[in-house]
């Protein structure tokens, strides 16, 4: 009886060790994903921008994810939505995503043209925007539509919106959509903060959250070994045991 209970604890603390260092090792591996995606990013923004012809036809417009590019085109403010729940410097409010009819195509661009604090004693009140009319020049690079939060799978209607999904927005306005859309770049203007978050950012947390997975093991393989090998030749070498 003795020798399956000294079993099962040896077989629990094993596990133990195996889950918490594969956490761990899980944990690292997320950090460096996150920090080759930033490299990846700043080796393609120093790249020349791209044109909109050359991206809006690309057959894999991935491929161009991240590059600079500069926009000629007029705004379609009726269209303008306001993503809820998101953080810029520690803030919650909104993302503002308006689409951009380029100039010279009949091709459509969602742009996420920043940041604005929310009204948080009216939560439906829309804030001030500005929306130059007539054709404007935008700057940014080249980004996947914008990162979706915890919603129910529902189509959700109206200017303000916890996600927008691409295809639904495209059948709903009837706008020729391109697949990328464009995040925005500079100082901010029109009311609007452009601090956007950094793939990189959080890869400290990562090697933070793998130290204490594998801390754990440690402290299992030691607690083990403690209990089971050093505490019973304890009690052996005791006078009177």
């Known amino acids: 009886m003795r020798g399956v209970k000294a079993g099962l604890i040896a077989l629990a603390a094993a596990l ?3 889950v918490t260092l594969g956490l761990g090792f899980w944990q690292w591996g997320r950090a460096q994903e996150k920090i080759a995606l930033h490299q990846s990013m700043e080796a393609r923004q120093a790249l020349p921008p ?6 809006a036809g690309a057959s894999a417009p991935g491929d161009l994810l991240h590059r600079r590019v500069v926009l000629r085109g007029a705004w379609v403010p009726e269209r303008t939505i306001y993503l809820d729940n998101r953080q810029m410097r520690a803030r919650p409010g909104f993302y503002v995503v308006t689409p951009l009819r380029l100039a010279g195509s009949g091709g459509v661009v969602l742009v996420q043209r920043g940041w604005v604090q929310r009204d948080f004693s009216q939560r439906d009140r829309l804030p001030t925007v500005q929306t130059p009319a007539g054709e404007v020049e935008v700057a940014g690079r080249l980004a996947p539509p914008p990162a979706k939060l915890y919603a129910f799978d529902q189509e959700e209607k109206g200017a303000i919106r916890q996600n927008l999904d691409l295809g639904r927005f495209r059948a709903e306005t009837g706008l020729p959509l391109l697949p990328l859309s464009v995040q925005q770049t500079g100082a901010p203007s029109e009311g609007l903060l452009r601090d956007w978050p950094q793939p990189a950012t959080g890869a400290d947390k990562n090697y933070g959250y793998a130290f204490q ?5 440690g402290l299992i393989t030691i607690l083990y070994v403690w209990f089971q090998f050093i505490v019973p030749r304890r009690r052996r070498a005791a006078p009177g045991a």
């Open 213 to 217: 997975w594998w801390a754990m093991s």
């Open 16 to 18: 133990g060790v195996a």
């Open 50 to 55: 791209v044109a909109a012809d050359a991206w």
